[in-house]
Protein backbone atom coordinates (compact mmCIF):
# COMPACT_ATOMS: atom_id res chain seq x y z
CA UNK A 1 0.00 0.00 0.00
CA UNK A 2 3.06 2.04 0.90
CA UNK A 3 5.11 1.99 -2.36
CA UNK A 4 1.19 2.49 -4.68
CA UNK A 5 0.63 5.78 -2.57
CA UNK A 6 4.33 6.84 -3.24
CA UNK A 7 4.02 6.35 -7.03
CA UNK A 8 0.75 8.02 -7.44
CA UNK A 9 2.56 11.17 -4.94
CA UNK A 10 5.40 10.95 -7.72
CA UNK A 11 3.45 11.13 -10.71
CA UNK A 12 1.31 14.04 -8.67
CA UNK A 13 4.17 16.29 -8.07
CA UNK A 14 4.30 19.40 -10.46
CA UNK A 15 7.76 20.93 -8.94
CA UNK A 16 9.71 21.90 -11.31
CA UNK A 17 7.46 21.78 -14.04
CA UNK A 18 7.53 25.91 -14.63
CA UNK A 19 11.33 25.60 -15.20
CA UNK A 20 11.14 23.28 -17.69
CA UNK A 21 8.84 25.19 -19.33
CA UNK A 22 10.23 28.43 -19.33
CA UNK A 23 13.68 26.73 -20.24
CA UNK A 24 11.98 25.23 -23.02
CA UNK A 25 10.36 28.92 -23.95
CA UNK A 26 13.66 30.28 -24.21
CA UNK A 27 15.15 27.83 -26.57
CA UNK A 28 12.49 28.58 -29.21
CA UNK A 29 12.63 32.25 -28.56
CA UNK A 30 16.14 32.38 -29.36
CA UNK A 31 15.66 29.76 -32.50
CA UNK A 32 13.21 31.51 -33.73
CA UNK A 33 15.49 34.25 -33.10
CA UNK A 34 18.05 33.00 -34.99
CA UNK A 35 15.59 32.34 -38.10
CA UNK A 36 14.74 35.81 -37.81
CA UNK A 37 17.71 37.43 -37.78
CA UNK A 38 20.26 35.62 -39.28
CA UNK A 39 23.55 37.60 -37.86
CA UNK A 40 23.08 36.42 -34.14
CA UNK A 41 22.37 32.42 -35.50
CA UNK A 42 26.06 32.02 -35.30
CA UNK A 43 26.40 33.20 -31.71
CA UNK A 44 23.04 30.98 -31.03
CA UNK A 45 24.61 28.29 -32.68
CA UNK A 46 27.75 28.45 -30.57
CA UNK A 47 25.44 28.85 -26.80
CA UNK A 48 23.59 25.70 -28.01
CA UNK A 49 27.05 23.50 -28.66
CA UNK A 50 28.25 25.07 -25.30
CA UNK A 51 25.09 23.92 -23.74
CA UNK A 52 25.02 20.12 -25.79
CA UNK A 53 28.54 19.78 -24.37
CA UNK A 54 27.88 20.30 -20.90
CA UNK A 55 24.85 18.18 -20.60
CA UNK A 56 26.93 15.92 -21.93
CA UNK A 57 29.72 15.99 -19.68
CA UNK A 58 27.43 15.74 -17.20
CA UNK A 59 26.05 12.59 -17.94
CA UNK A 60 28.81 10.98 -17.78
Known amino acids: MGKAFW ?3 FWK ?3 GQDLVEY ?3 AG ?3 VAA ?3 LPS ?3 SISTIFSLLQSTLTAAGS
Open 23 to 25: ALL
Open 28 to 30: FVA
Open 13 to 15: DRR
Open 40 to 42: IST
Open 34 to 36: GAL
Open 7 to 9: RLK
